[in-house]
């Protein structure tokens, strides 16, 4: 045993060591805690930066290095970065094929100097394309115009800043004194426009040469001024990262980007002074891409009026919780497993301390996202599934305490294993912690109505979980008839629980609505759903209730519970109809296609087999007491 551990121990390191690492240029340090709004929220440029990588690559980091260092090396070293690999095409194969570029399933990682290359040949065609009927186009078009906006974004991210840095200079004298500047010395965007009257005046009185005229020494570094100026000026379609504050309502208020600034305002001393500080900061890293800012952050966010969590924020970014948490539970199935090979009560203790442990860091995860958005956990899809797994672990575990037979271990540990996996499936999606939509945005009812139904969820699973090992058993072990029926009431008693809790959340759902849309129910997609639950739950219990259901059947039932959960969870938003419809689709409709179509295989297939297999006497010595009762079959 120790051997195997060793082992697996040896093959874990391995995968951890395993990849391409790149040493970063820079070290944006601080500079992660610098306040920024996005989608309206006011967040830390880290989370900012981590939603942009991932927009690109799906990863949050890239060979190692974090998101903020990435973003810093494109804003100082650009065209360097065009030639790193950070554009994943595996969704867009078609589009890359289409290109000529050539796809390589292995390594569908491309630069942006590639793509954009390849773009540039095809302008005309892009343009015929965008103006095209989005319902006339075929899936490689709509995948190129997707390559296309994220070429075209990935570029105004590369150029938000150069606003902030000081390469304009004037080497001639006599025309650095006419506008007012010192010759030779570099010069900011924002500090040149200062002199924009007499900029312009210069500019007039060179307009008003005759061609062919003879111009001088000044006259002709006005020329290359101007010439300067223009390419300086291209990059104002960049107006990209909202990154200066108001001055009066931050939280609400629409901050502005550094390019968007840049419109031939004269600022005020509030705008000058936020800008001098982005300056300072970008003069920094120019001089030292390994500069320490964390003075200059720090007094950037001084400016701030109201509260940001952003600290905390950023320790939730570092600490990846709910990875550690899906690791520790993957841990406890592992080590569940070594105990059934080896009979040792002290790895399956062993096992119950990883679920507990990565139930509490999953815990924290999400008290530390309650603490960050000052809002209670459930507002949206992926919070909803971090919430469910970590109740159903939860439930899981106060029934292992209870009965101590690894039944609580396997539910727990194979839950959180799964739904954490789809949670990490969804925060691949940007930033996780999004604003709620309006309809949502009330305390009270998330507290109540949205906490109850995703309780709900979470124990239906559970019962159908516990239904799906039920009939495992009694392939497995059918002469074991103590487990399966210690099993069996197990979750026939949790899905009485569920239905009071899906129920109670369903009518609660509907005083909302009266409330928000003055009607109790409206037949929505997303309350139909709920319904469904409700309604399916009910027929299942009272079914067994009223003897129609026997034990059997009430399991392959039960167990199909988790396509209702499923349907009602996501399948409803893939309808983008509704007053609910505030849930992601995309890639979700194949994937729930085949989780129904293996749960309806998985019921069915081994309840019939348990119902056709031979009785004993009649061929089969395996079976005996397994029919005993006419509750049983």
Known sequence: MKTFLLSFIICLGALAAHGESYESPVKAGDLAALVVQDQGRLKPLDTYARSQLLLYRSKPTINGQSAIDWLLELWLFPEQAYERKVFRMLDEKDAIIGLGIGFNRKDPYYSFRTLSEAINERMESLRQLSEKDPEARTRAETQTLVVYRKVMQYLALSRAWTALEADITISNSALADAIGLEAGKAYTYREFMESREALAAELQALQGRQAGDNINEKESAMVDLVQVLQVKMADQSADILQVLKPEGDQDEGLWASVWGIMDGRVFSDWEASRIEELEAIYAAFKNDPFADVSGLVEAANASLTTGVRYNAELFYNKSNLFLISTLLYTFSFLLLLLSYMFNSK??????????????????????????????????????SIIFVSAFLVLVAVVIEFIRRDTLGLILGSVAGIILNYIGSRYALDGDTNQMLVAVLNTKFWLLTHVQTISIGYSIALLAGLAAHAYLFVRVTKPDDREQQLSIFKVSYGVALVAVFFTTFGTILGGIWGDQSWGRFWGWDPKENGALLIVLWLLAVVHGRLAGRLKELSFSVALALTPITVAVAWFGVNLLQVGLHSYGFDDGTAKKLLWFCIFEVAYAFGLGLFIHFRKKPGKGSAGNKNLNTSPQTS
């Open 346 to 383: 002290w790895v399956s203790v062993g096992s119950l301390a990883c679920l507990v442990v990565g139930l509490l860091i999953h815990m924290g995860g999400i008290m530390m996202r309650v603490y960050i958005m000052a809002r209670p956990p459930v507002g949206t899809l992926y919070e």
